[in-house]
């Protein structure tokens, strides 16, 4: 059988239709879906003019607070850094920065702020990466909570008057803040700052309606101190500790949650290059965590984490059926066979799944308008959004994903710190 005829043949098989389907269908529900959580996170935890927590900000004794900054070769933004979280309004916190054997002028930025008592440095003989310098430095910490965040960004004054409250619980283990982009001068940093309000920021308010977040944000997360102990701190092998951190500390039954009104502002990768390489650690990361804890996850009581987890699956699935669909396609345009399903000039179909996710980009910028006053300039880019994005995540999704399955077989550490600004 020639390749036309098996063209033919596959793309009228019930197997084709069920791929079509799937890939068309994927990413309306998921888009409404997103939307429709998200605004009913809105309407329970931000909707007040006060915080959710107001009664608390009255306390006399509140919880000390480590400020951790692991640092490597940070000389461009390390000093600004620490400016900014010593200008956050809070009685009782101190700062601990860890400088994993930089070989630039990293050292010598810090040194001026160590003549304040409140900040302290922790300097590593030997460059182990991110989580073992966290790993290191957290035993040495006086914070009842301790806040990570990274060495290239800058908390908004009232952080932690909006992540502190969650810890009255005391099952909350954690809280993930809000990470806004502040460098936009390509393209490309434009569009992520769309996608943090569009995507990253209603997935995580949906997923706390859930009742399960899928990741603690590495730029912005504060933990008690306790239960990071009780989970064995960070693991150095996981290619985004901060993914692995998140799923432990929930399967242990601690309370991870969100607070959109704890913004952080930070630099992301300005070039497809810088972007390529922090995706694929993303994408990583989120193998190595499905794969080593997927078992333990489907048990009973751990059902509330279920759609989560079926939903990163789902997500996965999906990136490999569009590229599939893609070659197949090509390859029915290169016999001369124009394919079912897909059409070079915008249909129906087309454009109602372009509708949707506009409609989720757009509901993403309201919802975090308050947090980002020039979120709403940017939206011009949002129309190249779905296009850009499933195409990166897509390759990215494919190429990586097997790369993780290892994971629970491997020797090495992953040591890299993380691709940034690039």
Known sequence: MDLYNLIVDFENSAPYMVLL?????????????????????????EGGKE??????????????????IPAYNEEASIAHTLEGVLKVEYPHFEIVVIDDCSTDKTLAEIEPFLANP??????KKINEGKALALNDAIPLTRGEL???????????????????????????????????????DSFLSKLQAIEFASIISMMRRAQRVWGRIMTMSGVVGIFRRSAMFDVGLYSPEMATEDIDMTWRLQLRHWDVRYESRAVMWMKVPQSLDGLWR???????????????????????KHRRFWPVLIEANMSVLWAYIYVILTVIWLVSYAVGYPPIGASPIPNF??????????????TGVILDRDYD????????????????YWILMALITVTTTPLGLNVNRQKRKYTLWKPIRE
């Open 146 to 184: 301790i806040l990570v965040m990274d060495a290239d960004a800058v908390p908004d004054v009232h952080i932690l008057d909006n992540l502190v409250p969650h810890f009255k619980f005391p099952r909350c283990a954690a809280v993930t803040g809000n990470p806004r982009v502040v460098n936009r």
């Open 349 to 362: 179909w087309g454009m109602l799944i372009a509708t949707v996710c506009l409609l989720q980009l757009v």
């Open 51 to 68: 915080g959710a927590f107001s009664s608390f900000y009255n306390l006399e004794i509140k919880p000390m607070v480590t400020f951790i």
């Open 278 to 300: 922090q995706r694929r650690r993303w994408a990583l990361g989120l193998s190595q965590v499905l794969t080593r804890h997927w078992k333990e996850m489907m048990q009973w």
């Open 21 to 45: 389907i799937y890939f068309a269908w994927y990413p309306l529900v998921s888009s409404v879906m997103w939307i429709f959580t998200s605004i009913i996170f809105y309407r329970r935890r």
């Open 118 to 123: 409140q900040v302290r440095l922790v300097r």
């Open 373 to 388: 006053i020039r979120l709403p300039r940017y939206f011009f880019v949002a129309v190249f959004y779905p296009l850009i």
